[in-house]
Structures are given as C-alpha cells and as structure tokens.
C-alpha cells in the first residue's frame, strides 16, 4: 500500500511539471509565445547587456529578452520591442567563416533587428533604417546591440571594446583601399568586412554615381550603379539629400542581386546630402558572437 501511494505522488510530480511553462519551472519569469519553441530567457540563467553599437559602450542590463523560431521580445531604455523573425540562409562562401551559426532577421516599421545564434549565445542588432549613419549615432534607444549568453557578465567589457576597436579597424583598411582604387565615376563609396579574423559573416557594399554641378548648393546625381554581396538585408548603398536630419533620397532592395546593377533616373541633391555605403560584419570574441555595423561616407561634390 505505501508504495503505490509513493508511486502515485511521484507520477502527481511528474504531471505537474510536464504541464509547467519551461521559465516557471526554471524560476523565471516569462511568457509563452503560443507554440514557438523558447530559445532564450534572460533573467537568472542567461545575462543579456545593451550595448551602443558604435562605441561599444555598456548601456545596461536586459532581463526580459525572449527568442524563438520566429519571435524576439525585450526592453530597452523605457522601450518595448516586439519583432517578428524568419530563419535565413547566409552566403559564406568565403571559405574562411565560422560554421554553426544560425541567422534570423525581422523588422517593425523602419525598425530592423538582426540576430546571430552561435552556441547558445546570441548577437542582436537592432537599427532604425530611416536614418542615416550619424542620425542612428544620434539615436541609441533604437539603434544598439545586444550580446546574451551564459557567462557574457565575464567578457561584456572584451565585447564593448571590440565593436569600435574593429569598427576603427575596417575604416582604416577601407581607407587605404579607397585612396587606392581608381574610378571614373564623381563618387565611389566602398566598403568590405571580410578581411577579419574569427569572422562568421563578412558582406561587402560598393556604389557609384556621377554629380554635375548647378548652381548654389546643389547638383544633379546620375549614373548610379552599385554591387552588394555577402550581405544582410540591411546592407547596401543609399543616396541622402540631407546627411544630418536623415533625408533619404534613394536605396537598394532589400535583398539585392549580387550582380553590377545600374540605376536609371537622377536626383537633384544639396551639398549637405552624402552618398553611402554599410555593411555588416560578425566574429567571434571569446565565444560569443559580435555583429556591427561598417560604412563608407561622401560628401555631394
């Protein structure tokens, strides 16, 4: 008799726990996404930190991020964001990447958010694609990163340092590239990010266009060609009739083709206007996966 009464109170626990949400039985708070498989739960198991993603700087904690297959949910500066995701396929047929990881993308608006999965660690990059670089530099409650993982607390100072140590890194290769090249067009804007070591995903972006001066502060920009591979949907080449209050004036697809592709038609563009170029690069920093934003930036001349 006592031990079916023992086996009874063992098969009440099992059920019990069978039927209990994975965060309540782990004692953290969460919520449950209807029938999403729950990837990651910040809070007691997990640390997750903000931090911006152009100095790298630590920003704060984040205790309520929640990952699956097709949904990212967290907080950030008095903020809620909720993005719908889709797993991708990235092109890293450079031979040199990092295998394993996985990629998701998503956006709300002009908002978009990029995560890298390597490890059970993750990378998120949220962004407001309306605006151009320095308006986003300008913005950091909706453009910063996100690093989560098990022990990340430990490394968050190595992490912060990398993002503008490699940041400064690219822009100076690019430099030394750029004085180099040699271009028929007025402008030319060209970046790359797979010259990197421990890199996961390397992209790179590359533009041209030709401006013709009509009086005052203002031009005429035409012929506007570009080639964009590797990369992110976010990546890619913009024309910007005003740089500093983030006026944009002309874009690449989302997706675009990896081929030379021109651009019919032309734009009347200011002096305060800048012909860019961005891509995005991701390594490994001590096991956890790092993701950023590169770019290159003209003045209208």
């Not at 013709?212 to 913009?238: A, E, F, H, K, Q």
């Amino acid at each position: 008799m006592k031990l079916k009464k023992l086996l009874a109170v063992l098969l009440a626990v099992v059920f019990v726990f069978s039927i209990m949400p994975m965060g309540l039985a782990l004692g953290i708070n969460t919520e449950i996404y209807g029938e999403d498989d729950l990837r990651v739960v910040s809070g007691k198991q997990v640390e997750t930190y903000a931090l911006n993603s152009f100095s790298g700087n630590v920003m704060g904690e984040i205790s309520d991020l929640m990952i699956s297959e097709v949904t990212a949910s967290f907080s950030h500066a008095g903020k809620d964001f909720n993005f719908k995701i889709s797993k991708f396929n990235m092109d890293t047929k450079n031979g040199r990447n990092i295998a394993g990881a996985n990629y998701y993308t998503g956006s709300v608006g002009s908002l978009v958010c990029n995560i890298i999965e390597l490890n059970d660690a993750y990378c998120i990059q949220v962004f407001d694609r309306s605006k151009s670089i320095i308006g986003r530099q300008n913005d950091s409650t909706n453009n910063f990163t996100i690093v989560s993982g098990k022990g990340v607390a430990e490394q968050k100072s190595l992490l912060s340092n990398a993002i503008k140590t490699e940041i400064e890194k690219v822009e100076a290769n690019m430099r030394e590239e750029n004085m180099r090249a040699e271009s028929r067009a007025s402008l030319r804007v060209y970046i790359s990010t797979w010259n990197l070591p421990g890199i996961i995903t390397g992209a790179s972006a590359e533009g041209w266009c030709t401006t013709t001066y009509r009086g005052g502060d203002m031009y005429i920009v035409s012929s506007l060609s570009y080639v964009v591979m590797y990369n992110w949907p976010s990546d890619g080449v913009s024309l910007w009739y005003d740089y500093m209050n983030s006026v944009w004036a002309w874009g690449t697809p989302v997706w675009p083709s990896s081929a030379y592709t021109t651009v019919s038609g032309s734009w009347s563009v200011p002096s305060r206007g800048a012909f860019v170029a961005e891509a995005t690069a991701s390594i490994i920093v001590q096991g956890f996966p790092l993701m950023w934003t590169s770019y290159d930036v003209s003045s209208i001349y």
